[in-house]
């Protein structure tokens, strides 16, 4: 027996991963067809799928941890204003542009 047991957790719902939450999103959806009839859903679906993975989310957690850091000044106290990112930030962005998420507000409109 593990001493460090000490009880049995079966009041919590499992992790929700593996999860696609374009799919399960009936108000995204339907917001998408009112507003936006001719946009192309297929990479906001493949997006879903993507960010409903455990790993994903692992990545959202930890970007949310670990919040941006303004280094103001280099060692040598050089200004620099220079902003480091968590890994886990670059990874939900490079998920973003590749769904094209990035440049949305300047699409042309549909």
């Known amino acids: 027996m593990n001493p460090f047991v000490t009880h049995e ?26 507003n936006a009839p001719t946009l ?19 990545h959202a957690r930890l970007a949310n941890v670990h919040t941006p850091v303004l280094h103001t000044h280099d060692r040598f106290g050089r200004r620099i204003d220079e902003v480091e990112f968590h890994p886990s930030y670059h990874a ?17 409109a549909g």
């Open 40 to 58: 192309e859903l297929a990479p906001l679906q493949a997006l879903g799928r993507e960010v409903g993975t455990a790993q994903m989310q692992q």
């Open 92 to 108: 939900l962005m490079t998920a973003a542009v590749g769904a094209g998420l990035h440049g949305t507000p300047w699409a042309e």
């Open 9 to 34: 957790v079966f009041n919590q719902p499992e992790p929700l991963v593996d999860y696609d939450l374009f799919a399960t999103n009936r108000g995204l959806q339907d917001a998408l067809r009112f």
